[in-house]
């Protein structure tokens, strides 16, 4: 029953002279190109543009969990835009997003002008420094989350001890603009190593003799800061920006994990009311008309990235 | 006196630096203190509004590891996260090496579209494809398997290790490539052989950014998985150890804490790597 070459070679397999022509062909640059991209161009047209296409279509029908739905135009759109929640929503993104991505910007960089001093165990305080943001973020909000309880909340606890608060202080997650700052902290805290460490290295890019040169002109520190630095970081803090700006944007574990968008949808993000709208309530086609609502920023991002990178 | 004087000078500039730096080193380390803190403390201490929150007076208890020993999937939980972290990472490191060669090298028609493609992709957050995602995960019949994670992960794993390595092959000279192939190497014996060993670090940067953002993925493992079987260690420490009203505070701290330590023994002992693969501006934040 053994096959031997004959049988191959009678079957029509190919033989040396095929393979060799066969290796020819794939040693072509632009065939072996083609051929290294496509797993990747594959996964991405599969499980990236297909269900875009699919959200679209979504948000376009009345598409429940479970039953196929029917196409129904822009309805979902006009009740979205027609819903408090929503607008509410988009109004609590704009602030998350804008005072977030400020404070991380300004002490981001704060804290990259300290870490580039010269100091004993810069390693360790490095390290100590970008922890947050490599710690998973559902599980650190868990113990911001207690940090914040309505009752034991060591915030309250120290700043009452301390004279800054009265007793009994207040309820952090359960109050619309304590909501709402709570949520940011989280945020900042976990966003700002990524600045810091991005600006960081910016810092350190800027050659020596532009501080000296500014110095023999006499130039105070905060001069030198304003006219030297900040102008050389620009290229950095631009981009840093416009990244932290979509993942802002479309942050959810942060806000998912304190207030599930409470209370009274004061915190709701588009990604947690798209989850609340279309996995809890089962409205597929409403959740992926209102997540479809992050495309313009990311479009945007996507724009000015682009079009900086070509200035590069 | 002048180096009295410049003494005096570098003390005051070192006391600048530490005193500047100190508050964002407790804001930054201070939850994962009290998590530590509230896991070892007794019920009786953890709720009594008269203690001292900051640390443990009336002894430590192992109550709070026990729950979630014996009372949880929690082991399950772990050996998800570490199957799927891993088998994802290793998928898509091999698809990106092999995108990121060819894009970084490789001369031919649309290379430059492909290159912005996986940028845009790159961009993408989880939280704009998550529905659409959750209809194929059930189509492929793997919803409620932690295949699902490992199918969906590579969506956000490929464009960024694509993009992270491009950087890197760039890096490394074109002669040598060049020479190879004039001594009669094969194309891929040549990346496999030549590229790759030189890549090394680049890979190792992005095989343990894919493990962290994989291991430390919410929405997905999130929406995809309800049955406790198939949670992620992230997930079923979130989700399930809250019962209807009850907070489980001390084991919610405990499962937060163990849940961390691989992200946490693989960042102490890769520090350098985590802080280059950062500044190499091509990280989510």
Not at chain 1, 145 to 155: G, P, R
């Given at each position: 029953m053994a096959v031997g070459p004959r049988v191959l070679e009678a079957a029509g397999l190919p033989g040396p002279g095929r393979?060799?022509?066969?290796?020819?062909?794939?040693?072509?640059?632009?065939?072996?190109?083609?051929?290294?991209?496509?797993?990747?161009?594959?996964?991405?047209?599969?499980?990236?543009?297909?269900?875009?296409?699919?959200?679209?279509?979504?948000?376009?029908?009345?598409?429940?969990?479970?039953?196929?739905?029917?196409?129904?135009?822009?309805?979902?759109?006009?009740?979205?835009?027609?819903?408090?929640?929503?607008?509410q929503a988009v109004w609590n993104s704009f602030v998350f997003t804008i005072i977030a991505v400020v404070l991380k910007t300004v002490l981001g960089i704060w804290l990259a002008m300290l870490l580039i001093r010269s100091m004993r165990f810069k390693r360790a305080i490095r390290g100590a420094v970008l922890l947050p943001w490599v710690i998973?973020?559902?599980?650190?909000?868990?113990?911001?989350?207690?940090?914040?309880?309505?009752?034991?909340?060591?915030?309250?606890?120290?700043?009452?001890?301390?004279?800054i608060l009265s007793a009994p202080g207040p309820n952090w997650l359960g109050q619309a603009s304590y909501a709402m700052a709570a949520v940011i902290a989280v945020n900042v805290w976990r966003g700002l190593p990524f600045f810091a460490i991005t600006v960081l290295a910016g810092l350190v890019s800027i050659p020596r003799e532009f501080y000296?040169?500014?110095?023999?002109?006499?130039?105070?520190?905060?001069?030198?800061?304003?006219?030297?630095?900040?102008?050389?970081?620009?290229?950095?803090?631009?981009v840093v920006v416009l990244f932290s700006t979509i993942f802002t944007f479309a942050d959810f574990n942060i806000v998912w994990v304190l207030t599930r968008g409470g209370p009274m949808n004061t915190t709701h993000l588009f990604a947690t009311l798209a989850y609340q709208v279309g996995l809890n309530g089962g409205n597929l086609g409403q959740g992926a008309a209102i997540s479809l609502f992050l495309f313009p920023m990311l479009a945007a991002v996507v724009f000015f990235q682009l079009r900086y990178i070509r200035q590069e | 006196m002048a180096s009295a004087a410049g003494r005096n000078q570098r003390l005051r500039s070192g006391l600048y630096t530490y005193s500047g730096l100190a508050p964002f080193v407790f804001f930054a380390l201070f939850p994962f203190y009290f998590m530590l803190v509230t896991s070892f403390k007794s019920n009786a201490e953890l709720y009594n509004l008269k203690a001292i929150p900051f640390w443990i007076q009336s002894g430590l208890t192992g109550d709070h590891y026990s729950l979630l020993f014996?009372?949880?999937?929690?082991?399950?939980?772990?050996?998800?996260?570490?199957?799927?972290?891993?088998?994802?990472?290793?998928?898509?490191?091999?698809?990106?090496?092999?995108?990121?060669?060819?894009?970084?090298?490789?001369?031919?028609?649309?290379?430059?579209?492909?290159?912005?493609?996986?940028?845009?992709?790159?961009?993408?957050?989880?939280?704009?494809?998550?529905?659409?995602?959750?209809?194929?995960?059930?189509?492929?019949?793997?919803?409620?398997?932690?295949?699902?994670?490992?199918?969906?992960?590579?969506?956000?794993?490929?464009?960024?290790?694509?993009?992270?390595?491009?950087g890197y092959f760039r890096t490394i000279p074109k002669e040598v490539e060049e020479c190879a192939l004039v001594d009669g190497a094969s194309r891929m014996q040549t990346l496999w052989r030549i590229v790759l060993p030189m890549a090394v670090p680049g890979i190792v940067c992005a095989a343990l950014f894919g493990f962290t953002l994989t291991w430390n993925e919410f929405i997905y493992a999130l929406t995809f998985v309800s049955q406790t079987a198939s949670k992620t260690a992230v997930v079923g420490v979130t989700a399930d150890l809250i019962r209807g009203d009850i907070y489980y505070w001390g084991s919610l701290m405990a499962g937060a804490v163990l849940a961390s330590v691989p992200i946490a023994v693989v960042y102490v002992v890769f520090l350098d790597y985590y802080v280059s693969g950062l500044t190499a501006g091509a990280v989510k934040g």
């Open positions: 393979l060799a022509r066969l290796h020819e062909w794939w040693e072509q640059e632009h065939v072996f190109g083609y051929g290294l991209i496509m797993p990747a161009l594959l996964l991405l047209v599969c499980l990236v543009a297909y269900p875009f296409g699919m959200a679209i279509y979504f948000s376009l029908s009345d598409y429940w969990v479970g039953s196929p739905g029917t196409f129904i135009g822009f309805e979902n759109y006009r009740q979205i835009l027609a819903s408090e929640t929503f607008r998973p973020t559902a599980l650190s909000t868990l113990a911001w989350w207690w940090m914040f309880d309505s009752l034991y909340s060591v915030v309250n606890w120290t700043a009452i001890r301390l004279g000296e040169a500014a110095e023999v002109d006499g130039a105070s520190p905060w001069a030198r800061f304003c006219h030297v630095t900040l102008p050389l970081l620009k290229p950095v803090i631009a | 014996f009372k949880t999937d929690f082991f399950v939980w772990m050996k998800n996260s570490l199957i799927i972290s891993v088998v994802a990472t290793g998928v898509s490191l091999l698809i990106s090496i092999l995108a990121g060669y060819s894009l970084a090298r490789l001369r031919f028609a649309g290379v430059a579209s492909f290159g912005t493609a996986v940028f845009i992709t790159y961009l993408v957050p989880p939280t704009l494809l998550f529905l659409p995602l959750s209809q194929v995960v059930v189509w492929l019949g793997i919803s409620d398997t932690i295949w699902s994670l490992i199918v969906t992960y590579p969506t956000f794993l490929v464009p960024f290790s694509t993009w992270l390595l491009m």
